[in-house]
């Protein structure tokens, strides 16, 4: 049981490429979530996906877009790079229901230079 | 929107020490307060949560007290260690109108642990 888990670890882009970042679980979570994280700012909701084939926009949702493609797997797309997504960037998935216990993936670190 | 208030962002204790890190939030219909620790380089992970029908919960050092009258919850460690060291976020959830929850978290506070 893996948890959920994140690819890539680190990331270095320059201004306008394009890159998908992964995430899977593996505990038949329903919900799927998409974070930054800043120095001093917390954790920021990007999207979300309550359940499969449904995805939402969170607080900071400009310059992303997610799939959410099948129960297991949500990825986040950026489409042009800029030096102010450069964050760390953190899925989570939850199991509603008995818990609300939100379980979070390793971080996917990225530079956009 | 919703907001989660935090503070202190740094908080520096000598070990043995109590630390108390205080939250409020905004939204009168959340009912699930968590609080999570990250270390250096490391996700966030669950340490302790409280849901709105209970006023305290305890776990070894660890403590969580709420008052939904004021809004208010709060985090206490006692007898701290350094490996108590690390940042420490709480979080509300918010419901929205899909009757999905989703949590929002607040800024974080650094906690310093000296031997």
């Known amino acids: 049981n893996a948890g959920v888990t994140q690819t890539p670890k680190f990331q270095v882009l320059k201004t306008g490429q394009s890159m998908t970042l992964q995430c899977a679980q593996d505990?038949?979570?329903?919900?799927m979530y998409w974070y930054r994280q800043d120095p001093g700012m917390g954790l920021r909701l990007i999207y979300y996906?309550?359940?499969?084939?449904?995805?939402d926009k969170g607080e900071v949702p400009n310059g992303y877009n997610v799939s959410r493609l099948n129960k297991r797997e949500f990825s986040l797309r950026l489409e042009s790079a800029a030096p102010s997504q450069t964050s760390v960037y953190f899925c989570?998935?939850?199991?509603?229901?008995?818990?609300?216990?939100?379980?979070f993936g390793p971080g996917t670190r990225l530079t956009v230079l | 929107g919703e907001n989660v208030e935090q503070h202190p962002s740094t908080l520096s204790v000598q070990e043995g020490d109590s630390a108390v890190i205080k939250c409020t939030y905004s939204?009168?219909?959340?009912?699930?307060f968590p609080w999570y620790k990250q270390e250096l380089g490391k996700r966030p992970q669950l340490i302790i949560d409280?849901?709105?029908?209970?006023g305290e919960k305890k776990d070894q050092r660890i403590a969580v007290t709420l008052n939904k009258t004021a809004k208010h919850f709060s985090l206490h460690i006692t007898e701290t260690q350094p490996e108590d060291s690390a940042v420490y976020f709480c979080?509300?959830?918010?419901?929205?109108?899909?009757?999905?929850?989703?949590?929002?978290f607040g800024t974080g506070t650094r906690l310093l642990v000296s031997p």
């Open positions: 505990m038949n979570h329903n919900s």
């Open positions: 996906s309550a359940s499969e084939g449904t995805t």
């Open positions: 939204d009168s219909a959340s009912n699930y």
């Open positions: 989570a998935s939850l199991k509603q229901g008995t818990t609300d216990t939100q379980y």
């Open positions: 409280i849901r709105s029908n209970v």
């Open positions: 979080a509300a959830s918010i419901y929205l109108n899909t009757g999905f929850q989703k949590l929002v």
